[in-house]
Each structure stands twice: as structure tokens, then as C-alpha cells.
Antibody
């Protein structure tokens, strides 16, 4: 059974940092691009970042470029999102998911909630 | 404002057929495959359609997708109350070098 489990969310002040983790099991993690997608409360889905199998290529939505860093540790079957200079508008449920065909996501975690507030 | 445009809501009676549109541009839908996701209330998004019209294993064939030019559509036939959910379209965007989502459409089964 494929499982993706996010962790690391919480309450942080504007300007602060958080590191999200996604632990993956049930698939050959090394073989796939991975992604982070977020959903603000009561809003739609927003893609955040993609990372290639070996971590050599990454893509980001413009609003997080220079502040967020996606990374992975294939030995630990884990995906990460380092979030710095957090803003109120980054408040959202953050999902990790497996990428297929560059742009569709077939397995999702349940998400971890990030709240940025003073 | 989302890059892909969806109607905020659609509705239909049980056993009817409804369609949800997704409008984009050449850089996204025009040049790339479209995927669709269903998000039941309080749940994680679920892949419904990929590469415009392909159904993942386990997805009901009451769902179907199509694409023409810079627009795509999701059709749901034989509506059931359990289909009530939010639906999102998505595609890669060559200009933005990333994935873009539609704003989402809320389906109500009357």
C-alpha cells in the first residue's frame, strides 16, 4: 500500500521558518518526481514545487521562489520543504504527492497544516 | 485569479449528466495534458483523469474527460449524491514552468 505522511506543520510568526517532511512508503521513491501542493483554508489547490528523482532539477511557483526549498533524501524515502521568510498568505494545508507525466499527481498524503500568524 | 478558469459551481439531479469546463491558453492546456481531481468534503484530492481523458485504475467510468484546443471538460454521468465534491483541473504551463490549477468547481447534487 502506498503511503505518504506529511509532518512538520504548526504555528509560526511572519518571517519565521518551518521544515516540512513527507515520509513515503509502498513505492520506489527513487523513481519518481515528487511535489508539494498547498490549499489555503476554504480555497483551491495551488502547486508549490516539484523535484526530480535525483534532486538535480526543481521548479517553484513564483510566489515562493527564493523563500522555499524543496529537497529529498532517497536513502530515507523522504521529501522536504524548507520554508523561510514565511508570510500570512502561506497559511495552508500542505500536501506532498507523487508526480507522473510531469504534471499529474496520483498519490497524495493527508497534508500538514501551516499557520502563519502573529 | 487562477490561470485555468472553471465555473465556481454546477448542479444536477440524480442520474443526470453534468459537465465542468476548464479554460486555459496555448502555454498550458493547448500544449499539455490536463488532469482532473475530485476533493470530497474534508478529504484529500483524488486523481480522476490524466492525459485529458485517461482514467486511473479504480475510478468509475461515469467520469470522462476531453480536450479541445485550449479548453478541457470533465463529464460526470449518472449523478449520485456521493459525487458532491469540489473538482479541480490542472496542467503544466510552459511559460510559467510549473503546474497551474483551476480555481475549482463545487458540484451539488440536487
Amino acid at each position: 500500500e502506498v503511503q505518504l505522511v506529511e509532518s512538520g506543520g504548526g504555528l509560526v510568526q511572519p518571517g519565521g521558518s518551518l521544515r516540512l517532511s513527507c515520509s513515503v512508503s509502498g513505492l520506489n521513491f527513487n523513481d519518481y518526481w515528487m511535489t508539494w501542493v498547498r490549499q489555503a483554508p476554504g480555497r483551491g489547490l495551488e502547486w508549490v514545487a516539484n523535484i526530480k528523482q535525483d534532486g538535480s532539477h526543481t521548479y517553484y511557483v513564483d510566489s515562493v521562489k527564493g523563500r522555499f526549498t524543496i529537497s529529498r533524501d532517497n536513502a530515507k524515502n523522504s521529501l522536504y520543504l524548507q520554508m523561510n521568510s514565511l508570510r500570512v498568505e502561506d497559511t495552508a494545508l500542505y500536501y506532498c504527492a507523487r508526480v507522473r507525466g510531469r504534471a499529474y499527481f496520483d498519490f497524495w498524503g493527508r497534508g500538514t497544516l501551516v499557520t502563519v500568524s502573529s | 485569479q487562477s490561470v485555468l478558469t472553471q465555473p465556481p459551481s454546477v448542479s444536477g439531479a440524480p442520474r443526470q449528466r453534468v459537465t465542468i469546463s476548464c479554460s486555459g491558453s496555448r502555454s498550458n492546456i493547448g500544449n499539455n495534458g490536463v488532469s482532473w481531481y475530485q476533493q470530497l468534503p474534508g478529504k484529500t484530492p483524488k486523481l480522476l483523469i490524466y492525459y485529458n481523458d485517461q482514467l486511473p485504475s479504480g475510478v468509475s467510468d461515469r467520469f470522462s474527460g476531453s480536450k479541445s484546443g485550449t479548453s478541457a471538460s470533465l463529464a460526470i454521468s449518472g449523478l449520485q449524491s456521493e459525487d458532491e465534491a469540489d473538482f479541480f483541473c490542472a496542467a503544466w504551463d510552459d511559460s510559467l514552468n510549473g503546474v497551474v490549477f483551476g480555481g475549482g468547481t463545487k458540484l451539488t447534487v440536487l
